[in-house]
Structures are given as structure tokens and as C-alpha cells.
Nanobody, 121 residues
Framework: QVQLVESGGGLVQAGGSLRLSCAAS????????MGWYRQAPGKQRILVAA???????DYADSVKDRFTISRDNAKNTVYLQMNSLKPEDTAVYYC???????????????WGQGTQVTVSS
């Protein structure tokens, strides 16, 4: 497994930008999917963006055209660039790593501890 540490959260005004980073303790080159999730108070944790080992990306409809996920395998880091932030983006953001076996069964899932993002109106 890998340990994940998020950073880059903070307080920003609506319309502003933040870049979140997720640093892994080991190589992410073989990690099948890296993702960013968020959880607002009293709500379920939901997928924000994901990126596969091949670079394919997927986004929640609410963040399309505003957020960009990327991965740097050389630095074992995944990023989430967040632009045009809205108050409804306020949440704790978590990084997730999912690795499959060669038989395409689940090998492991790792979560980071989360980083708070607060967008003021």
C-alpha cells in the first residue's frame, strides 16, 4: 500500500483558485486510479475527479471546466487545480489510490487524511 498526504487546502474567496497536492509514500506509476473526493458537513463523500494510470480523466458534473486533475509519476504526486471556486465547493478534500491485481480484482485502496477547503462568498 501507499500512504497519501494531501496539502494545499485553505480559505479562498469565491472566484479564486487553489491547487491541492497528494504526495504518495511510494511509486504511483502502477496505481490504476488516483482520485480526489470531497465531503461537506452532513453529506456523503463524493468523487470529484479521477485519473487512470493511462492518463484518462473523469470529473463530477459540478466541477467540469473548473477543476483539473493531473499526476506526476516521477514525483509520486497527484494534483487538483481548482479554479473559479464557489462556496458550494467548501469541503474536506481527500486523495484516494486504488490498485488492482493482474486479475483485475481489488488489491488495495488507500486514503489520505484530508485537507480543508473553504470558499467564502
Amino acid at each position: 500500500q501507499v500512504q497519501l498526504v494531501e496539502s494545499g487546502g485553505g480559505l479562498v474567496q469565491a472566484g479564486g483558485s487553489l491547487r491541492l497536492s497528494c504526495a504518495a509514500s511510494g511509486s504511483i506509476a502502477s496505481i490504476n486510479a488516483m482520485g480526489w473526493y470531497r465531503q461537506a458537513p452532513g453529506k456523503q463523500r463524493i468523487l470529484v475527479a479521477a485519473i487512470s494510470s493511462g492518463g484518462n480523466t473523469d470529473y463530477a458534473d459540478s466541477v467540469k471546466d473548473r477543476f483539473t486533475i493531473s499526476r506526476d509519476n516521477a514525483k509520486n504526486t497527484v494534483y487538483l487545480q481548482m479554479n473559479s471556486l464557489k462556496p458550494e465547493d467548501t469541503a474536506v478534500y481527500y486523495c484516494r489510490a486504488e490498485k488492482l491485481t493482474t486479475m483485475l480484482t481489488l488489491d488495495f485502496v488507500s486514503w489520505g487524511q484530508g485537507t480543508q477547503v473553504t470558499v467564502s462568498s
